[in-house]
């Protein structure tokens, strides 16, 4: 299993950006569905969940400001990331559960490899 992210890169703050992850590999079902991000110096932290019935979480610092979703025929995860704040400037990581037996309920918790988002004051 794969998870592959794009559309990291600079933007000016109160500018928007949009980040997506694809989910790729010997899928059954991918479940819960995260983005994480890591600034300098900081412990990765959560940003935003979605289960697979598109109930969704945000940290409150991002709250009326990123929005999550997906697509779970194309297995993709999207972060919209509006209002964007110097704070705002990581690394942002994908997370996927996923299922790869459809005889057995085990899923496992994959990572894509981090895309920069660089907001610039």
């Known amino acids: 299993v794969q998870l592959q992210a794009f559309g990291g890169g600079l933007v000016q703050a109160g500018g928007s950006l949009g980040l997506s992850c694809v989910v790729s590999g010997n899928i059954f079902r991918v479940n819960n569905m995260a983005w994480y991000r890591q600034a300098p110096g900081k412990q990765r932290e959560l940003v935003a969940a979605i289960t697979r019935g598109a109930n969704t979480n945000y940290a409150d610092s991002v709250k009326g400001r990123f929005t999550i979703s997906r697509d779970n025929v194309k297995n993709i995860v999207y972060l919209q990331m509006n209002n964007l704040k110097p704070d705002d400037t990581a690394v942002y990581y994908c997370?996927?559960?996923?299922?790869?037996?459809?005889?057995?309920?085990?899923?496992?918790?994959?990572w894509g490899q981090g895309t920069l988002v660089t907001v610039s004051s």
């Open positions: 997370n996927a559960d996923v299922t790869t037996s459809p005889s057995s309920s085990f899923t496992s918790s994959y």
